[in-house]
């Protein structure tokens, strides 16, 4: 029998087994403004340096995660149920896409810009330059615990931030190891910290962070909008995704029955990206139907110890019973259960079976609200126009495909999906298309992740004007006089009227 855990501590369990791990402490709003100062005073001096020092140290992170790579990959898994594939494919591999993009970029993406100026103020320079905001505070969520802290802190590091996760509360250990790592590779003392706990803690870093960077439900974002808008710093919200996959008649439905079946399944389901809605137009509806069912039943479902394993357990036990309700609601509402359906009895822990559900429509939560889990919903529709009406029948907008044999074609439509991402003839590995800025659009979130977007949200943006020719008083200065109105009055016209005569008569 386990030891009740402390109150001042959060015990954290292995979702796949329900076997204790560890406990971690709930720190405390003096412990995270106590990381916060180490942080201040560490930018001092990270913020000064050059990008080649921070770009070296990258790459030493980048190597000992992949030498050590088992290692990290156990942590992962033990803390959220996934198999092993999972970690090493969606989490170390994502974090050498974005080390490898940023230590690369980050120099030219932050370097002063120059602006035009009209010829009349072609004595002066204007440039925008680039400075890191400081100590910044990220509250990460339990779905991928190392691409979403580590992988997000990159950037900000890349511009001089310094960095304090508050990783989630079941699964800490991951972000706990990626500090720990960053200090044995080099990165100075304050530069990436970790504080662990509950909501308070995440509410205390807000209270204190000179930025927060937030992923998470909308719900959770609201919350987080608000109390930093009192503080009146700034903020990046990824939320939640209820994202629409679009098939026509003449996709190839091989391949869009394996992308659907791999983005609605994989991490779970856990994905705020994954396939979480299907319309396919009625000609292929069957055919594709069928293969997606058949694909899904071959999947291996369980503990992964040898790489055997398609899908894990889910991480979370309040999600565990959002899926159930939504999969309620749907068969209580007509909606048919192809395969899976409930939770997989082989197993004690958070698992559920990867399911597939026919005779869906928006009148069940399964299609208007995220799921967040391994269920795939399918509904036919008569052509591309009802499809993308139904696509776009939502309060989310972040991720999206659409599947045809014509790619003219599927890139028209995809201009008229609403969401901030959009795939044609393929789904979610645009996450790690890094060049490319990814956010949401309406409740899904605020601000970009990737590119230059995703590395200049991490700076403030400083306008710099030079004058270049030192002339002892402007034009425009006093004092003001009768002449100098005559000069400004005619260089108006003759530099912007639109009528020929009144540019020549003043």
């Known amino acids: 029998m386990l030891e009740a855990p402390s ?32 942080s201040r005073r560490a930018f001092q001096d990270w913020s000064q340096g050059n ?10 992170l980048r190597d000992y995660l992949l030498d050590h790579r088992d290692e990290v990959a156990e942590v992962i898994c033990s803390e959220t149920g996934k198999p092993k594939s999972e970690a090493l494919l969606l989490e170390v591999t994502y974090i050498c896409f974005a080390i490898d993009f940023y230590a690369k970029h980050a120099k030219r993406f932050l370097r002063d810009r120059g602006a035009p100026l009209h010829w009349l103020l072609r004595h002066k320079k204007v440039f925008t330059a680039y400075h890191p ?11 991928f615990p190392l691409t979403l802290t580590l992988g997000e802190t990159i950037p900000a590091l890349m511009a001089g931030n310094t960095v304090i996760i508050k990783p989630s509360e079941f699964t800490p250990r991951t972000a706990m190891l990626a500090a720990e790592i960053c200090e044995k590779v080099g990165f100075p003392a304050g530069v990436v910290q970790t504080v662990t706990g509950d909501g308070s803690t995440g509410a205390a870093l807000i209270e204190a962070a000179d930025m927060i960077s937030f992923t998470g439900s909308v719900a959770t974002g609201r919350r987080v909008l608000e109390a930093a808008a009192k503080r009146l710093i700034p903020v990046v919200l990824e939320l939640g995704g209820k994202d629409p996959m679009v098939v026509l008649k003449d996709a190839d439905v091989e391949r869009a029955a394996n992308a659907a079946v791999w983005g609605a399944f994989a991490n779970s389901g856990q994905i705020c990206m994954s396939v979480e809605r299907v319309y396919v137009e009625a000609p292929i509806a069957e055919a594709f139907t069928q293969r997606v069912v058949e694909k899904t039943r071959k999947l291996r479902q369980g503990i992964d110890h040898d790489f055997s394993v398609d899908v894990g357990s889910m991480t979370m036990p309040r999600q565990l019973q959002i899926v159930e309700r939504h999969v309620a609601d749907a068969v209580r509402k007509g909606a048919i259960v192809l395969t899976g359906g409930r939770r997989n009895p082989n197993f004690k822990g958070l698992f559920y079976e990867p399911t597939v559900l026919d005779k869906v429509d928006h009148s069940m939560e399964i299609m208007t609200e995220e799921t967040f889990g391994p269920v795939l919903p399918i509904m036919r529709v008569c052509d591309e126009n009802e499809a993308l009406r139904l696509a776009n029948d939502s309060r989310y907008g972040l991720n999206s495909s659409i599947w045809s044999g014509d790619q003219r074609k599927g890139l028209a439509l995809a201009r008229r999906l609403q969401a901030g991402n959009v795939c044609v003839n393929d789904c979610m590995v645009n996450f790690v298309a890094t060049g490319s800025p990814f956010g949401g659009i309406k409740e899904s979130g605020l601000g970009h992740r990737h590119g230059e977007a995703g590395i200049r949200r991490y700076c403030t943006t400083q306008s710099v004007l030079v004058d270049k020719l030192g002339l002892t008083r402007e034009l425009t200065w006093y004092p003001y006089s009768k002449k100098s109105a005559r000069i400004m009055t005619r260089a108006l016209n003759f530099f912007f009227h639109s009528s020929l005569r009144k540019k020549l008569m003043g």
Not at 27 to 34: C, G, K, L, P
């Open 133 to 143: 905001v400081g100590a910044v505070g990220f509250i990460c969520p339990w779905n």
């Open 51 to 60: 990008f080649e020092a921070r770009a070296a140290l990258m790459w030493r």
């Open 7 to 38: 109150a001042n501590t959060i015990e954290v369990v292995n979702p796949a087994t329900l076997e204790k791990i560890c406990e971690v402490p709930i720190q405390t709003s003096a412990d995270v403004q106590a990381a916060y100062q180490r």
